[in-house]
């Protein structure tokens, strides 16, 4: 069956919510065709970028917490995680 690329498209921006765009952020994310979709898609990257400027500003407060507690070690480790 054919597969109109422009609904499809929509559809998987539909489907992914907030949750899906910290685990594109985090690499985690299992489904390909939201991956593929997450790749190609300008609206979807836009909203990706902007998780992850949301994710620095959070991890530089977090850093600042952590430090002020003599935690920076623990920062250290839970960003391994990124690329
Ligand atoms: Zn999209």
Request: hydrophobic content about 35%; overall charge negative.
């Amino acid at each position: 069956m054919e597969v109109e690329p422009k609904r499809m498209k929509s559809d998987l921006c539909a489907q992914i919510d907030d949750q899906v765009i910290e685990l594109h952020v985090f690499k985690r994310v299992q489904d390909t065709s939201l991956q593929e979709h997450l790749e190609i898609c300008p609206k979807c990257q836009a909203r990706t970028d902007e998780y992850r400027s949301f994710v620095s500003v959070l991890r530089r407060a977090l850093y600042m917490l952590y430090e002020r507690e003599g935690r920076a070690e623990q920062y250290i480790i839970s960003r391994s995680n990124d690329s």
